[in-house]
C-alpha cells in the first residue's frame, strides 16, 4: 500500500453510464494544487479558493481548452471524508467528460485510486474505524431499508460503541485479575473470582444479544419464502397475486408449473425471495420429477413454506402428507376461499401445529392477511439494539465469545485467576479486530477489496 501521507489519488466518484452528474474527486496533499490547474473558475478571480464553498466554471485542458462546464469544490483537511484535503469536480453525466477530467488530473500527478482507497484513507487517518467503513460498502450495497438502516447505524458507531464498551469492561476485569496474581495477599481469591465470572457472564450475554445469526442473514440476503403443495391448489396463482403481476403460468391443468420461479419482493422493509413451485405428486414424466424434485429442495431450506391446500376439494393423501411435514417455518393456506369449502380451516387446524389461513388467489380475500403474516415472519427483531449483520463481526464475536466462556469454566473448576486471564485477553484480541484496532494488514485489505472504485 502507497504512502497515504505523500500521494494524491483521483477517480471517478459516481457509477458508469449515463446520468444527470459525474463526480471526480481527488485526495491528498496535491488536490488543491491539481484542482487550481484544471479548473478555472468564472470570473477568473486569482485568489485562494475558499474551503467547502462550491464554486461555477470551467475544467481545462492543458492548453486551458475547455473540456466541461462544471461545479468544483476544495474542501481542505480536517474536515473531509478521508481528513486529506479532498477536491471535487462535478462534470456533466456520461463517460466523456468525467474520463477526460480524471486523465487531466492523472496527468497533473495523481494516482489512481484502488479500489476503496478513500474509506481506507479515512480509516487509517482515524476519521472512522473498521467497522464504519464496512458500513459504508454495506449500506452502497444495501437491498432493503431495514438492511440500509442497519448500515447507517453500523456508520454511525452501533457497532464500535459495543465493542468499545464490551472491551472497556474486560480491561477493567483484566486490572482485577492482575491485582488479585500480583498482590494476593490484598485480594480475597474467592470473592474476586465470583466478582469477575459474574462481570465476564454479562459480557458473554451482552455479545450474544448481538448475535443474531438469522436475523443478520436476512438483512443481508433477504428471507427466503417458498409456495408449495400438490398440483392445481393454485400456487402460482398465489405467487401473481403477492407479486401483483401476472407471473407465473396459470391453468387449470394439474403440472403446469414445472421449475422453480423466482422473484424478488419487499416485505416487512426487507427483500424477500419468493418462489412457485411445481406441484407435489408421483410423476413417470421425467421433466416433471426434476421440477417435483427442485420444489422438495426449496421448501427444504426455505424460511417460511407457504403448504397452498385447495378448500374447494377433499383433503388428498398428498396434502395430508403435507400437513403432517409441517414445522415452525410451514404457513399453511387454504386457498380457493371464493369456491363452496370442502375442508374447513378447523379441520385442517386439528391436524397441524402450523398456523392455517383462509385466502382466494381469485378474489384477493385473505391476501392483506397473508402479507401481514408474512411480514411478521420476516421481520428482523433486535436491529435496532445494533444487531452485528456482517459474517466478519459475527465470527470474529463468537469467537470473543467462546473466549470468554472457557474463562468462566477454569474460574468455575477453581483454577488459578491467570489462566483465565489469557482466556479473556484472547476474546480481547478478537474483539478489537472488529473495529481494526487489532487487525492485520491482510484483514484491512480484505475489508477494502470488496470496495468499488471511487469510495
Ligand atoms: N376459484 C378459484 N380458482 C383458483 C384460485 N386459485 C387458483 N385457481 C384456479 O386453479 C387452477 C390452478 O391454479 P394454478 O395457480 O395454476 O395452480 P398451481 O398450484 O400453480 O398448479 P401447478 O403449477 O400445476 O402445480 C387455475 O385454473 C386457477 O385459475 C382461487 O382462489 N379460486
Ligand atoms: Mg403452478
Redesign the pocket.
Known amino acids: 500500500m502507497r504512502n497515504s501521507q505523500d500521494t494524491t489519488i483521483a477517480a471517478i466518484a459516481t457509477a458508469r453510464g449515463a446520468g444527470g452528474i459525474a463526480i471526480v474527486r481527488i485526495s491528498g496533499p496535491a488536490a488543491e494544487d491539481i484542482l487550481r490547474r484544471l479548473f478555472a473558475p468564472a470570473g477568473g478571480h486569482g485568489g485562494p479558493f475558499e474551503s467547502h464553498r462550491l464554486m461555477y466554471g470551467r475544467a481545462v485542458d492543458a492548453d486551458g481548452a475547455p473540456l466541461d462546464e462544471v461545479m468544483a469544490v476544495l474542501m481542505r483537511a480536517p474536515r473531509t471524508y478521508t481528513r486529506e484535503d479532498v477536491a471535487e469536480i462535478h462534470c456533466h453525466g456520461g463517460s466523456v467528460s468525467a474520463e477526460s477530467v480524471l486523465s487531466r488530473a492523472l496527468a497533473l500527478g495523481a494516482h489512481m485510486a484502488a479500489p476503496g482507497e478513500f474509506t481506507r484513507r479515512a480509516f487509517m487517518n482515524g476519521r472512522i474505524d473498521l467497522s464504519e467503513a464496512e458500513a459504508v460498502m454495506q449500506l452502497i450495497t444495501a437491498g432493503s431499508e431495514a438492511a440500509a438502516r442497519a448500515s447507517v447505524r453500523q456508520l454511525e458507531g452501533g457497532v464500535s460503541g459495543f465493542v468499545r464498551r464490551v472491551c472497556g469492561e474486560l480491561t477493567d476485569v483484566m486490572a482485577l485479575l492482575e491485582a488479585s496474581t500480583d498482590f494476593p495477599e490484598e485480594v480475597e481469591e474467592e470473592a474476586a473470582a465470583e466478582d469477575v465470572a459474574r462481570r465476564l457472564n454479562a459480557c458473554i450475554g451482552e455479545i450474544r444479544a448481538r448475535c443474531d445469526e438469522r436475523g443478520a442473514r436476512l438483512l443481508r440476503e433477504g428471507a427466503s419464502i417458498v409456495l408449495a ?1 400438490r ?8 405467487m401473481n397475486a403477492l407479486l401483483c403481476q401476472d407471473r ?10 414445472r421449475d422453480v420461479l423466482t422473484e424478488r419482493v419487499r416485505i416487512g422493509g426487507i427483500v424477500a425471495e419468493l418462489s ?1 413451485t ?2 407435489q405428486r408421483d410423476t413417470a414424466d421425467p421433466i416433471e420429477r426434476i421440477g417435483v424434485d427442485r420444489a422438495r429442495r426449496a421448501a427444504d431450506t426455505a424460511d417460511v413454506v407457504l403448504a ?1 391446500i385447495d378448500a ?1 376439494e377433499p383433503l388428498s393423501a398428498e396434502d395430508a402428507a403435507f400437513l403432517r411435514g409441517a414445522d415452525a417455518r410451514t404457513l399453511v393456506c387454504l ?5 363452496p369449502a370442502r375442508i374447513t380451516a378447523r379441520e385442517v387446524e386439528a391436524m397441524t401445529d402450523a398456523m392455517v389461513l383462509e ?5 384477493g380475500h385473505g391476501i392483506p392477511e397473508l402479507v401481514a403474516e408474512l411480514e411478521r415472519r420476516v421481520a428482523v427483531t433486535g436491529e435496532a439494539d445494533g444487531l452485528l449483520t456482517a459474517r466478519r463481526h459475527l465470527d470474529l464475536a463468537r469467537d470473543a465469545e467462546r473466549a470468554l466462556s472457557a474463562a468462566v469454566s477454569s474460574i468455575e473448576a477453581g483454577m488459578p485467576l491467570d489462566t483465565a486471564a489469557i482466556d479473556i485477553r484472547e476474546a480481547l484480541e478478537r474483539l478489537m479486530e472488529i473495529t481494526g484496532e487489532n487487525a492485520t494488514e491482510a484483514v484491512i485489505d480484505r475489508v477494502f477489496a470488496s470496495f468499488c472504485v471511487g469510495k
Request: net charge negative; aromatic share 0%.
Open positions: 403443495g398440483p392445481n391448489v393454485g400456487k402460482s396463482s398465489l407465473a403460468i396459470v391453468t387449470d391443468i394439474p403440472g403446469t408449473t412457485d411445481a406441484g397452498v374447494s386457498n380457493k376461499s371464493d369456491l385466502m382466494s388467489a381469485s378474489s
